[in-house]
């Protein structure tokens, strides 16, 4: 049956890549496809690494948006006909698909050095390198508002307080982040978050804060759903991630603010997937794009922080607006004091369950 | 008999006949490559992977083989611990044991990092007891229930992917137990899949069978001019029209916006019409309406306008004529129409995700969840089983009482 299984995956694979693949761009040595989440994220990645590494080197970058997972890379490393080349991963999904084989394995010590000398061992923020990915940005998800419709929102419980505050809210679609905010808003600190998620009663009083709000949330799933779900009054306060309400804000003149307390900081990483073809190429450019500059320049384009101690001090202004982006980092100091670090050993553990019983909370 | 060059006629009529069968083989052979490559194929590899199960008999075989001899009792010998080591290191190199503690993870929260963590430190282990090793890196390898599990799980073929799909699962001895309540979920997306999906096609009747019968009826000009208004939509994306509907019936789209504007309603009580099943209905019926219209309207075409003329004659007011003359005639348009819209309501997706909010999810989202982000894909591939056999339940029920031979398209 195993070999069945494999056989005939082979045979639809080969003949789906005869009929579509085998024609496309992406074959060329030429060129390698970069997968990543779109919107003014993906533009900030165009904007500091890919055009810069084709004037450099003449090297084509494609780019191609997807949802985050590890679906696509699983079909593509399982029927033996990997297209994508250097995947954006979150870092649950970067360890999780190193351990299951479909992240390659990289040589990490010929990242090259700071700037300012220092070894990239040293260089990247810890935990921010792994086995099979390199940390590009810390990226947060926060509260924003409308300004218009609330007045006076302080702390994470005010999001939970429909009567203080009323009107939809928007959540991502997942357990992550919202469970860990139910605890917050119920008086758990941030330290204490995931020893008491760790715990039956923990979330069990986690989905109770949750269910105090349910029918006012409207609930999103790609990155570029809530600025917009604002800006259409959809809901008065959201979920979102930083640096894309951050352009909302800044760059296009929108009434709302962030709110950083309780904030929920992660990183994004690259990693390719096992069995490309072109991954001396894709390394290449891996190599090429985390290095100080680089994750300096994509601070202009965008309010996420680079992996790298030595990029900071070369954070500038933000590209067209003109903005200082430092003080609207996740990590700038006014905005880190209530921060807390997303656990991916416990989502690792836990997404499975957590996730059923968010699937079934929702559709009760 | 023989032919003039001497062969018997009976042979030669065979060679005749063969030569034409494979001719009309020929010429079918794309069509059936095409529908065994893109269709049999895939469905059948589903299938297959609805109770496939190859994670831990990869991964730790020998282990497995070990744990037959295990009385289920206590906690197993040095032996079984000093063999999963060996093959934990063995299976850290070509990664295949991050299958394994993904696969228990599914069915046994914590096994993902438990693995993960236990195969860092033995790595720096030379030699054993591993037994103590083990307890001392986790008290959970202490647990008899994980064994167990362990052990549950170490079949090639598993029915527990059924089991998860009707929110059951089995427990360490094997025996069918419900899931906690909190995480029951499948029954009833099932159930909802199977209402919202009859709710949109007695709406597309409702709604398409005056349409069809206008279309039928009126004079070529006009019919065409609405035959275009059916079509239009038609031709137009899935998503665009999705996304429309989202413009109109949002909570400031243009309906509350007229509503209010016209006083009907304050601006507070405006109508929560996205996000919820009452969007997923209006949505799909619009989309779905034209599989209505098309085959009512191809029946009622053929239906001559004398019989209700005669009906009329005979004594029967319009009403009765319309009901006992005209309406049984469409019943195979009514059929055709009702049986594909189920049919392709019953395996939406788009619509149900974009406008469905939290309480408009069908039984595809849920497969896509599975497919998409936890991996489950054993899970996902149960849960279409179970769709599919309930499409050709259906399918059969219908032949049953209606006859497929009575379903007209044209």
Redesign the interface.
Known sequence: ??H??KH??A??AG?AAMGFVAAGPAVAADAITAVSWGGSYTVSQQEAYHKPYTAKTGMKINSVDY?G???EI?AQVEAKNVTWDVVDLELADAV?G????MLAKLPIDELPKGADGTPAADDFLAGTVTDCAVGTIVWSTVIAYDTNKVKGYKTIADFFDTKKFPG?RGMRKTPKINLEWALMASGTPADKVYDELGTEEGINKA?ATLDKI?ND???W?AGAQPPQMIA???VVMTSVYNGRIFNAIAVEKKPFEISWDGQIWDIDLWGIPAGTPRFKEAWEFVKFSTDTQRLADQASWISYGPTRKSSVPLIGKHATAGIPMLPHMPTAPDNFKTALQNDF?FW??????L???F?????? | MITADGIPLKVSLARAMMRNKMRAMLLVAPLFLFILFSFILPIGQMLLRSIDNPALVEGIPETLALLEEWDRQDVPSEEVFATLAREMIRGSEDRSIGKVGARLNQEFAGSRSLFNKTIRRVKRMETGPYKEAFLKIDKDWGDVELWKNIDRMGKQYTTAYFAAAIDMRYNGDGELIEQPEYKQIYVKLFGRTIWMSIMVTITCIILGYPIAYLLATLPMRTSNLLMIMVLLPFWTSLLVRTTSWIVILGKEGVLNETLVWLGIISTDSRLELMFNEKGVVIAMTHILLPFMVLPLYSVMKTIPPTYMRAARSLGANPALAFWRVYVPQTVPGIGAGSILVFIVAIGYYITPALVGGSDGQMISNLIAYHMQKSLNWGLAAALGAILLSGVLALYWLYNKIVGIDNMKFG
């Open positions: 049956m195993k069945l299984l005939t995956t045979i639809v003949v949802n997972g590890l679906a699983r999780r190193c351990d299951e084989g939809k989905f349910k949330v409207i609930w799933e259409d009054g959809e050993i690792a553990d836990n997404s499975d369950e996730n059923e019983r699937n079934a909370w929702l559709a009760n």
